[in-house]
């Protein structure tokens, strides 16, 4: 499985962007996909991850600003951010667990896939 994400940006404070996340594989629809991030200095943090039920989990950071979503006619993945902070600068990476049974879909070593990952830079 390759995945690319994409539409990271500079972008003011309350402005938004939308990530995408391209994934390879014909399974696409099978996999749980998450959104990390990851700021200068600081470990990588759960933002956001959809189930293949599309159940969505937020972090509370981002609970009411971001939205996830997905279209597995295109395997993609999207993460749409609005009201944004300088707190949410960051890379942001998109992820996916292949396995049949996902737990801990909020910890890194749950996934199995990465994307390159995306800058997103919000001035104040």
């Known amino acids: 499985v390759q995945l690319q994400a994409c539409g990271g940006g500079l972008v003011q404070a309350g402005g938004s962007l939308r990530l995408s996340c391209a994934a390879s594989g014909r399974t696409f629809s099978t996999y749980v996909m998450g959104w990390f991030r990851q700021a200068p200095g600081k470990e990588r943090e759960f933002v956001s991850a959809i189930r293949r039920s599309a159940g969505t989990y937020y972090a509370d950071s981002v609970k009411g600003r971001f939205t996830i979503s997905r279209d597995n006619a295109k395997n993609t993945v999207y993460l749409q951010m609005n009201s944004l902070k300088p707190e949410d600068t960051a890379v942001y990476y998109c992820?996916?667990?292949?396995?049949?049974?996902?737990?801990?879909?909020?910890?890194?070593?749950?996934?199995?896939?990465w994307g390159q990952g995306t800058q997103v830079t919000v001035s104040s």
């Open positions: 992820a996916a667990d292949s396995r049949p049974i996902a737990t801990y879909i909020s910890e890194p070593n749950e996934y199995d896939y």
